[in-house]
């Protein structure tokens, strides 16, 4: 069964410009949640989709907007990029919402850099 | 909102020695908690978990310890070797309202050789 898979794997950007990164779940997953990891920081949740409905989201700007599709792939949409926006973004699929009865697989992420 | 604290940040061990990583949690809602194994350049990846009304659990030479009242848990690697190497990560998952994963801020492990 493939993993989950996002795109592009890397991504270079300048302020003001908008960006908008695409994840693919593992089959039969519905669930998809989307962090942001910068050095010291950890994970920071993004937000969470299940069937097509945001679920859930994490405590930043309406910059970072998100959608999920029919067949569960994702995309996540930054606008008016700044310099503090580059970071490794993740996503993770898992079967149910929230990750508590299914683990969360983890793509590879997309490295972002805004310059 | 849940706030989950981890520690050490970083941490060096010996190859053979245990490693002993620790967080809190703040949200009594919080029911399950992940941890998570990220290798350098790589995707993290579930190790071990547990849920609330467990105290212990282990598999091999990980081991994950529970405890609710004062809501923490800690990991616990035995017998270390290099390729245990990594930054690790705590999660605890609310089930109240906000029904979300939240991590901690990892620990860096390194094993000496």
């Known amino acids: 069964k493939a993993g989950v898979t996002q795109t592009p794997r890397y991504l270079i950007k300048t302020r003001g410009q908008q960006v908008t990164l695409s994840c693919s779940p593992i089959?039969?997953?519905?669930?998809v949640s989307w962090y942001q990891q910068t050095p010291g920081q950890g994970l920071q949740f993004l937000f969470e989709?299940?069937?097509?409905?945001?679920?859930n989201k994490g405590n930043f700007p309406g910059r970072f907007s998100g959608r999920q599709f029919s067949n569960s792939r994702s995309e996540m949409n930054v606008s008016t990029l700044e310099l503090g926006d580059s970071a490794l973004y993740l996503c993770?699929?898992?079967?149910?919402?929230?990750?508590?009865?299914?683990?969360?697989?983890f793509g590879n992420g997309t490295r972002l850099t805004v310059t | 909102g849940e706030n989950v604290e981890q520690h050490p940040s970083t941490l060096s061990v010996q190859e053979g020695d245990s490693a002993v990583i620790k967080c809190t949690y703040s949200d009594s809602a919080s029911n399950y908690f992940p941890w998570y194994k990220q290798e350098l350049g790589k995707r993290p990846q579930l190790i071990i978990d547990i849920r609330s009304n467990v105290g212990e659990k282990k598999d091999q030479r990980i081991a994950v310890t529970l405890n609710k009242t004062a809501k923490h848990f800690s990991l616990h690697i035995t017998e270390t070797q290099p390729e245990d190497s990594a930054v690790y990560f705590c999660?605890?998952?609310?089930?109240?309202?906000?029904?979300?994963?939240?991590f901690g801020s990892g620990t860096q492990l390194t094993v000496l050789p």
């Open positions: 989709y299940f069937s097509e409905t945001q679920r």
């Open positions: 999660a605890a998952f609310s089930s109240g309202s906000a029904r979300q994963l939240t």
């Open positions: 993770a699929s898992s079967l149910e919402q929230g990750g508590s009865n299914s683990p969360l697989h």
């Open positions: 089959s039969g997953h519905r669930s």
